[in-house]
C-alpha cells in the first residue's frame, strides 16, 4: 500500500511535470500564431495603404520634392549634402499626416501602428557612361517617430528607380531607398488579451488536475491509515481477549476436574481467577462499545471531588502497583467537579498507562488557580515521542506496533479520557520525552 502511494505520488508529479510544459508550448505556439496573423494583416494593410490609400498621396510629397531635388542638382542648382536638408522640411507635416492616416484606419488603429519611413540612399546617375553620384547614404528620417532596435521582420525595404529622365541630359535617372518600419505599440496587451481564455482554461485545467491528484492521493492515505487502524485494532483485541480466555479456560477446566480433591482455597483461587478475568473482558468490552457507540458522556450526575477523593484512588492504585513509587507531593485544597465514576476511570487509565509503559515513579498532584484546577500526573516512563503526542489522544492510536505484545491495551484508554475530559470543558495536554517520562496534565474549570 505504501509503495502504491510512493508511485502514485511521483506518477502524479511526472504527469503534472509533462503536462505543465505541453500546454506551455501549445501557449507559445498559439502566441506565435497570433502574432503572425497580426503581423500579416498589418504589412497587408499598410501595403494598400502605399499603394492606392492615403499613404500613397503621402508619399508622392517627399517624392516629388526629390525629383525636383534630383533636377536641381543636375542643373547644379544644389549640393548632395542639402538633400537632408530638404527632406527634413516636409518631415514634421507628412509625419502629423502618417499618424491621422493610421488613426482612421479600424484595424491600425486597433493595434496602434506606428509607421515610420527612412531614406537609407540615394543616388543619381546623369547619365549612363558616368558612375552614379550618391546624394545621401545614411538613415534619415522621412516621417513617422524614430525607431531603434526594431525587429527586422517588421521593416520592409524599397527601391524607387526613375527612369522617366533617363534620357534627360539635365537631370538623368536616379535611385532611392527607403526601409520602412512599423511598430505596435500595445502588443503585449492586444495578444494577451485575445489569448486570455485559453491562458484562464489551461491554468484552471492544471489547477484542477493538481488538486485532483491531491485529493485521490489524500483519500488513499486515509484510507491506508483506516486499513492499519483495523488490522491494529484486530491484533490488539484478539491479544488482548486472548489473555482473559485463556486464563478462564484453564480455571474452568480445574473446577471441571473437580472430584472433590480440591481443596478449598484451590477452589476459591479458581474462582477468583475466573472473577477478574470475567471482570477485565468486562472492562474491554466496555472501553470497545463506547468507542464504536460514540455514545455522549453524561455530565449530569456530577459533584464535587475534593482532594481526598482523589488522593483515595491514587492511595487503591498505590496498593495494587506496590513496586512504583506513587507519590502526591502536591495535592491543594481545589475541588473538581465531575462524576466520581469518570474521574476514577479517568485517572486509573493514566496510572494504568504510566505503569504500562516503565515507569517506577508516579506523581499526581492537584492544584488551584484562580478559576481552574490542574490535575497532573507525571512518570520516569519511556516517553512519548513529539511526532506521536498529538495522536495518543486518536481513537485507537498506540504508539508502536512493538509494543502490542508488551504492553497490553486497545489504543482508547487517552481517547476515552479525552473525551471525557472534553465533556466537562476541560483540557488535557501532554509533555514527555522519550527516555525521561510523560506529563499529563488536565485542566477543569472550577465549579
Ligand atoms: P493503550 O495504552 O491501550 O495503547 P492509550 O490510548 O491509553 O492506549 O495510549 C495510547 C498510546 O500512548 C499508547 O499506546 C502508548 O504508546 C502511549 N502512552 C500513553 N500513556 C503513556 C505513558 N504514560 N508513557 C508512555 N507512553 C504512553
Redesign the pocket.
Known sequence: MKRKIYFLIAGCIITVAALAPIQGYFIYNTYRLYAKEANAQITQELLRLETDGKLDTINSVWMSRTQQFMRDYAEGKVKSTEYEKAMRGLSDSLSGEVQQCIASDSMLAKYDVTYTNYVTSARICKDTTQPADTIFKGKMLLYGTNVENVPEDKASQSTWRDNTRQNDSLSGAFEVVTTRYYSIANWEKLVFARMSGLLIFSVLLLVFVVVLFYLSIKNLIAQKKIADIKTDFINNITHEFQTPLGAMDIAVKMLQRNDGGLTEEQFGHSISIIDRQNKRMQKLFGQVTDASLSTEIDTTQATIISHTDIAEIVNDFALSHPEIMTMQPQMDDAALFMDKFHIGTILN?LLD??A??G?TKILVSLKDWEKQATLTIA?N????AEKDQKL?FDKF????KG?IHT?K???????YVKETVAAYKGTITVKSEPGKG?EFTITLPKP
Open positions: 487509565n498507562n504510566a504500562k509503559y515507569a512518570d516512563g519511556m516517553g512519548i495518543i492510536y498506540r504508539v508502536e509494543n504492553a491495551g486497545l489504543g482508547l484508554g487517552l481517547y510523560s
